[in-house]
């Protein structure tokens, strides 16, 4: 081969090997901007940004998870791809308490709205390649569910207060001798 024809053929080889280098680890994340997905999109920004060290999940651009469990690394988080993670509450407790052992997932790694928005994420985008086995329900047929409202969660002090006092037993009264004596209201 001659000169002429060499040099351009490897710079050509070049460039080819160039643009197809450039293009690894340019995935994106799949998940709508839209103003009805905005908390969901959020939340897969948030995981990009700070899950995806440890887990996989495509949607968002994360691949932590290690691909073989045997080599897995004590930090190799769950494959979401493949691992549903509904309902949302679920998700919410295991951000809240460092996955569900705690021991290796830092606790509240994103906290108020943000961890609301992770959550949403998840549990509406996991299992989504998990393989159709016979008898197992797809992720997307169960119930993403819903986060129940801070208010819903924690009773007032006045309605707790007043609802032990009317469930309490009357307290035994004492008689000038000392003695119990028991009303039978």
Not at 82 to 98: D, K, S, T
Request: proline fraction near 6%; hydrophobic fraction near 40%.
């Amino acid at each position: 081969m001659s000169r002429r024809l060499r040099v351009p053929l490897l710079c050509l080889g070049a460039a080819l090997v160039a643009a197809l280098a450039a293009a690894c680890g340019t995935q994106k994340i799949n998940v709508p901007n839209t103003a009805a997905d905005s908390a969901v999109h959020h939340g897969a920004v948030l995981f990009n940004q700070r899950c995806s060290g440890c887990h996989s999940l495509n949607y968002a651009a994360a691949n932590g998870s290690a691909s073989n469990p045997r080599i897995a690394q004590a930090n190799s988080g769950p494959n979401f791809n493949v691992r549903c993670e509904r309902p949302v509450a679920r998700v919410l407790y295991a951000i809240e308490n460092g996955g569900f052992s705690g021991a290796i997932m830092p606790q509240n790694i994103v906290v108020g709205s943000d961890a609301l928005d992770v959550a949403k994420f998840v549990a509406t985008y996991a299992g989504r390649l998990a393989p159709k086995l016979t008898g197992i329900v797809r992720c997307q047929s169960r119930s993403i569910g819903t986060i129940p409202s801070a208010t819903a969660q924690a009773p007032t002090a006045t309605s707790s207060s007043t609802t032990a006092a009317a469930s309490a037993p009357a307290p035994a009264k004492r008689t000038a001798k000392g003695k119990k004596k028991h009303s039978h209201a």
